[in-house]
């Protein structure tokens, strides 16, 4: 079962998990001003199915909705494997969730290059609002995957956050802006500024290496992804880098940076493994 934060809405990796027979929750943008939907219901999370919950994630109901949403598929999760207890015989009404897996990829345009480009140019005012909406993006990716390890355990989750690597924090510089290192994306597995437990690892993942490429050329799109659990995708992960044995296409803007913000088959493939495991 998986759940994927600021996806798409033609997200492969969902798509890849409902072929293999798990079920799939796009939580995809709403647009702007939609009324909340309400949350899928969890009977008709079966095998195989793939349902796509529009949200507006900068909206506290709706971010209080998901929360609700992920709470009640932890209860769900960790009652399967709970001895016979009135939660158990609750459960049999909810699916089977074997393992719960969450995605989360925050969009990061506010911390991509274009803007610290900007930024030198002492231009900051919208960066200035597009920066905390961005941290508050963080702040409730961490919430999410923290909701995953204080109620279940190794075998029955698995926590995955993606960022661009190249939306990269400017070094501090002394006249603007500290930055609060403790917010920094890379670090949603950190808590209270404390490096994660021992099950948790990054890996650095280049497009060329999972097939991405632009008209017949390599594109060297980097993510940083931090997993926690998974010990395949792990394997998986470290495989996937740039053997910097060719050229690269470069990614500006437009289209092309919109296409690459969709996972190539064989990342969301790995994913789905893992996933489904
Ligand atoms: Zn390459």
Not at 93 to 105: G, W
Request: charged share 25%; glycine share 4%; with cysteine.
């Amino acid at each position: 079962m998986l759940v994927e934060l600021w996806c798409e809405s033609s997200s492969r990796t969902s798509r890849a998990v409902a072929a293999r027979k798990g079920a799939a929750v796009r939580v995809c943008e709403a647009a702007p001003g939609a009324p909340l939907q309400p949350a899928p219901r969890l009977s008709d999370l079966r095998p195989g199915s793939l349902i796509c919950w529009p949200v507006n994630l900068r909206q506290a109901a709706h971010k209080r909705a998901v929360a609700r949403f992920i709470k009640d598929l932890c209860k769900a999760a960790s009652a399967k494997h709970a001895p016979k207890t009135k939660a158990r015989i609750h459960s049999n009404r909810t699916p089977n969730i074997r393992k719960l897996a969450l995605l989360t990829s925050p969009e990061c345009k506010e911390w991509s290059a274009g803007n610290i480009v900007n930024r030198k140019r002492r231009c900051p005012l919208q960066i200035y609002a597009g920066r905390s909406a961005t941290i508050e993006d963080i702040r409730f990716a961490r919430q999410c995957h923290r909701q995953l390890r204080i109620s279940l355990k190794e075998h029955n989750s698995l926590s995955i956050h993606e960022q661009p690597l190249l939306a990269r924090m400017p070094k501090r510089f002394a006249n603007v802006m500290s930055y609060e290192d403790t917010e920094w994306p890379w670090t949603v597995f950190r808590e209270n500024g404390l490096p994660g437990v021992n099950s948790t690892y990054a890996a650095r993942v280049n497009g060329c290496a999972v097939g991405m490429v632009h008209i017949d050329k390599p594109v060297c799109k980097p993510w940083k992804i931090e997993v926690r659990h998974g010990t395949l995708l792990k394997a998986v992960l470290a495989s996937f880098r740039c053997p910097a044995n060719h050229e690269h296409d470069r990614i500006v803007g437009g289209t092309r940076a919109k296409q690459s913000a969709l996972y190539p088959a064989k990342l969301a493939a790995a994913f789905a493994d893992e996933v489904c495991a």
